[in-house]
């Protein structure tokens, strides 16, 4: 059996077992590409919040505002400020930090070891997408913000401008797979493609990925075929 019939079996393979698991979302959109794509720097992603207008006064005070810490990318930044969040049977995590600039809804995104922590299963989310998710507890310097709903666990995605896409070969909601090498290196899949044209080149992983394939911030991966 040659080896491009090979290759073409597996991936129909595993595109019909991830369709009957419906693990996949978007099967149809996959991409797989071949070895010698450039490299996309990885950003790993600790525990964060995105605060509203009216959280941001109950936990800080009234009027108050996020202090720039660190800028990242698409006009968003690391602030300063820090809250604590807390789920099931008071456990609590002591530091999250805010990003800004502030949003329309409050979200708070952990790692599945946050999520332990905390007593809560929290579901695998695109960032925005909060309805049915965990509840949780905030708590900062001024006071307390119980939501019903707003914790999640980030799904793995790349950021990318339309010349990135291009270059690629890819589209915007594509869902690709992905190579990081190293003594601890695999293969990630259901990789999702965010295109905008305030975005960066980086992919974007939680911190549980990272230490399961040994990878810092700054590491390389590409983009990959089975």
Known sequence: MDEQLIRDIT????????????????????????????????????????????????????GSELSFYKELMGGQFASAEI????GRHDNAILKARVLGPL?????????GADSRNL????????????????????IGPSGAVYLNEGCIL???????????????????EDIVCVRVDGPKGGIFSDVLVRVNSAFSLEMHIDTDEANAFGILTGDNA?????
């Open 11 to 62: 991936i129909r393979v595993l595109r019909e077992t991830a369709q009957a698991k419906d693990m996949v979302p978007h099967a149809a959109n996959h991409i797989f590409r071949e070895p010698g794509e450039p490299a996309i720097p990885i950003g790993v992603s600790a525990r964060h919040v995105h605060l509203c207008r009216e959280h941001m006064d109950i936990l800080f005070g009234a």
């Open 83 to 86: 809250v604590a969040i807390v």
């Open 103 to 111: 949003r329309t809804a409050t979200q708070a995104e952990v790692s």
């Open 119 to 138: 007593g809560l299963l929290v579901p695998l989310r695109d960032s925005g997408d909060i309805t049915g998710s965990a509840p949780i507890t905030l």
């Open 154 to 172: 980030a799904r793995r995605h790349i950021h990318m401008s339309p010349a990135d896409a291009m270059r690629f070969g890819v589209k915007d």
């Open 222 to 226: 590409r983009i990959y075929i089975i």
